[in-house]
């Protein structure tokens, strides 16, 4: 059976944050930090903490600007955390939210009811809680029918899951597949971290995946092939779990929180990331120089740049391999998604395309498209 990613959804939170905003925020809290710790600063006991700027991280990362749920907390320098209240179990998460707003979106485009669903999956690099499964609150939002459940592969977590969606409508399991991927990324970053402060947005996007036959969207694409790997690699990482609390000396560490080593993983992921690609098209019997458009995750612009490089053998153009991290920042899993999801104009019929993701794990997921 032939599947095909027949809709897209996204959904955007209201608030901005530019790099001017959160770069005023980080420097006031860094004044303030060193002058309380100047004694120990001068005495050598203490490093000061370096400002950040705009053109530092512009040119680490390609960021511009990103989106989150809210905006004031992360922007007030005594805390540095955005403000989102619990909620009563009887209202919907607010994972759950985000993800059903991008979810009508995409059944919507592919004039579907949520009552033609089979199964949710919730694909997402940080989930509210354990369980019940946010995709299970979904499929009772969207009236689906079936089975839903949770899935985390870090940031490559929304091509893992397009893989079991793809291979579930194959063997007859669903014959329409929800893969959700509501990212609040803000939740998990150390916005004290200079390095890392302004990598992360939030965002939600939803895919739809059903046979080709019966995809009526007209930005239907055909799924050739998929491809996962994973390498163990410490060097993106995030401690916080349930066992915190039986080791009450971590609680609050930054390591409870993101972080990594950049530039091991741009050396050590852009290679993975190429040679996955390319081992994929070779095993589909493809060429690389067939590819119109790549859709890559949205991590770091000078990485996307060299993986399209490398598989392409050549410098992409802007249209063949889109950026949206300049306003959205990395969205974790939902990244290549947004990507796909603004950037799929101008393909004719039987183009051929790539989704690919990457990341903590280390992860990695390509999907070969063709359009329909």
Not at 2 to 20: C, D, K, Q, R, W
Not at 128 to 156: H, T, W
Not at 203 to 225: D, K, N, Q
């Amino acid at each position: 059976m032939s599947v095909a990613i027949s809709s897209t959804g996204l959904y955007t939170p209201p608030y901005s944050i530019s790099n001017e905003e959160l770069v005023a925020a980080f420097n006031a809290f860094a004044a303030r930090e060193n002058a309380a710790n100047a004694e120990a600063i001068a005495s050598g006991k203490a490093a000061a903490i370096e400002p950040s700027s705009v053109a530092f991280i512009e040119k680490a990362s390609g960021i511009k600007a990103r989106f989150v749920v809210e905006k004031d907390g992360i922007l007030d320098p005594a805390r540095m955390v955005p403000s989102i209240p619990e909620r009563p179990n009887e209202e919907p998460s607010i994972l759950a939210e985000i993800a059903v707003a991008a979810a009508r979106e995409a059944l919507k485009s592919a004039d579907r009811q949520g009552t033609e669903i089979d199964a949710v999956i919730c694909a997402c690099s940080n989930l509210q809680r354990a369980y019940p499964a946010i995709a299970i609150e979904v499929q009772k939002a969207l009236g689906a029918k079936g089975f839903a459940f949770d899935m985390n592969v870090a940031c490559s977590s929304a091509t893992f899951g397009m893989t079991v969606a793809s291979d579930m409508i194959r063997a007859g399991t669903a014959r329409a597949v929800l893969v959700v991927n509501p990212e609040i990324c803000s939740g998990h970053l150390n916005f004290r971290d200079r390095d890392s402060h302004f990598i992360f947005g939030d965002v939600g996007t939803a895919v739809l995946l059903e046979p080709a036959e019966a995809a009526r969207g007209t930005g239907a694409f055909r799924i050739l092939g998929t491809r996962l790997a994973t390498q163990f690699s410490n060097n993106i990482r995030n401690n916080f779990g349930f066992l915190n609390r039986a080791a009450p000396e971590g609680i609050g560490k930054p390591d409870k929180l993101f972080v990594q080593e950049g530039r091991k993983v741009f050396k050590e992921v852009v290679p993975l990331v190429a040679e996955l690609i390319l081992a994929h098209l070779k095993e589909l019997g493809l060429e690389p120089a067939a590819l119109k458009r790549l859709w890559l995750h949205q991590a770091n612009a000078n990485m996307n740049e060299l993986i399209a490089r490398r598989v392409l053998g050549r410098d992409p153009s802007p249209e063949e391999a889109p950026i949206i991290l300049d306003t959205y920042a990395n969205t974790s899993s939902a990244g290549s998604v947004i990507a796909f999801h603004k950037h799929r104009e101008g393909l004719r019929k039987g183009d051929l395309a790539l989704l690919c993701s990457f990341g903590a794990g280390y992860s990695a997921g390509s999907v070969i498209l063709e359009k329909l």
